[in-house]
């Protein structure tokens, strides 16, 4: 069998890869905007279904989404910010300052 390797020379090898940092960026994305939607859900109290009822979407889409499984567009993220009784910031910053 082969020699172990680290998690991080792995993610190295696979980052090393052409297109591997913007699908990573991509994943990031849409990873952090799920968590942020279920973490306002589950402090609202709401189950993914009276979520999906506020918005006009279905349970398995709003799971998906919370799962990081889709890319959300501008007015999505609008009708979902609404539902949870927030306001959609959206914003620009620097490499260094986000790492």
């Known amino acids: 069998m082969g020699e172990r390797r680290t998690w991080a ?3 190295a090898e696979v980052m090393s ?3 591997a940092g913007a699908s990573y960026e991509a994943t990031r ?3 952090e905007l799920g968590e942020a939607v279920r973490l306002r859900r ?3 109290g709401l189950t993914q279904a009276e979520l999906a009822e506020r918005t006009g979407l279905k349970q ?3 799971a998906r989404f919370e799962a990081g499984g889709t ?3 501008i007015p999505m993220l ?3 910010a609404e539902a949870l009784e927030m306001r959609l910031s959206v914003q620009f ?3 260094r300052e986000a790492n």
């Open 9 to 11: 020379d792995k993610k």
């Open 17 to 19: 890869r052409p297109g």
């Open 29 to 31: 994305i849409r990873f």
């Open 42 to 44: 589950e402090q609202l």
């Open 60 to 62: 398995p889409a709003v």
């Open 71 to 73: 890319m959300p567009t």
């Open 78 to 80: 609008e009708r979902l």
């Open 93 to 95: 910053q620097p490499l």
